[in-house]
């Protein structure tokens, strides 16, 4: 099973996809924090971020490792664990500059689609267009929705240090970065034509999980019927119906 789980940022995505992942014993995939490491890497070798020709130039140097435990999701630059300093606001701010070049999201999608392809078993793998660009035949796409007052707090108690506070500059920040990914040629932020949205604003994130583990679920059902093997026993597209609403 290949499970793409996208949307902005602050929707649970991270969370979410883990659960997912842990619960059915498959890999995990975080891509944004793939974006992010090349971001930073950039921003640590005085890379000029908005200088496209010169981060198209540099996006082939760094080694980036990605663990696909969702126990212990793991990212390295270099042989260097970047898990920490990824996500904070000098990476946030840079990350949309740096992921819209054409040369970096061929790059970093290359990577990813050769870590799905290698996971045993299958795979949640979420980000931004998973469902649209990377894996356009996974199983199962889900796309994750919250209001911008949700997603900004929930974003808020993720960064570091005194940059957790400001839960309405953190808004803005999101609505920016919503509008570039959004408006980007290459690859933009939107949700797949065949993926089950899902809002997330007033559900407990174990109300999101059981959601998609459900869809899950019942696409895995609907694999097997395909292959001709026995369907699995369950409700689920009920079940999932009755909790996205």
Same mark, same amino acid.
């Given at each position: 099973?290949?499970?793409?789980?996208?949307? !902005?940022?602050?929707?649970?995505?991270?969370?979410?996809?883990?659960?997912?992942?842990?619960?059915?014993?498959?890999? @995990?995939?975080? &891509?944004?924090?793939? @974006?992010?490491?090349? &971001?930073w890497w950039m921003l640590t070798n005085d890379v000029p971020v908005s200088d496209a020709e010169a981060v198209a130039a540099a996006s082939g140097r760094p080694e980036i490792v990605s663990g696909t435990d969702p126990a212990a !999701?793991?990212?390295?630059?270099?042989?260097?664990?970047?898990?920490? !300093?990824?996500?904070?606001?000098?990476?946030t701010a840079a990350v949309s500059a740096v992921s819209a070049v054409p040369e970096v999201r061929t790059r970093i999608t290359e990577l990813q689609r050769s870590i799905a392809a290698d996971a045993a078993?299958?795979?949640?793998?979420?980000?931004?267009?998973?469902? &649209?660009?990377?894996? !356009?035949?996974?199983?199962?796409?889900?796309?994750?929705?919250?209001?911008?007052?949700?997603?900004?707090?929930?974003?808020?108690?993720?960064?570091?240090?005194?940059?957790?506070?400001d839960v309405s500059a953190t808004r803005e920040a999101l609505i920016k970065r919503d509008a570039a990914d959004s408006s980007r040629k290459t690859s933009p932020l939107k949700k797949a034509d065949d993926a089950v949205e899902v809002d997330t604003t007033e559900l407990s994130l174990e109300q999101v999980v059981e959601c998609v583990v459900t869809l899950v679920e019942s696409a895995a059902s609907a694999k097997e019927q395909r292959e001709g093997q026995a369907p699995a026993a369950g409700t689920a597209n009920e079940k999932a119906g009755q909790i996205s609403k």
């Open positions: 099973m290949i499970v793409a789980i996208d949307g !902005p940022s602050g929707t649970g995505k991270s969370s979410t996809s883990k659960a997912v992942a842990s619960a059915l014993g498959l890999s @995990y995939l975080d &891509t944004g924090a793939q @974006y992010r490491a090349i &971001t !999701p793991a990212i390295s630059v270099d042989g260097v664990d970047a898990s920490g !300093p990824i996500r904070t606001q000098e990476v078993g299958g795979i949640v793998v979420e980000g931004r267009d998973i469902g &649209t660009t990377v894996l !356009p035949d996974a199983d199962l796409k889900v796309f994750l929705t919250a209001s911008p007052e949700a997603r900004a707090s929930r974003r808020s108690g993720e960064l570091k240090g005194k940059e957790a506070g």
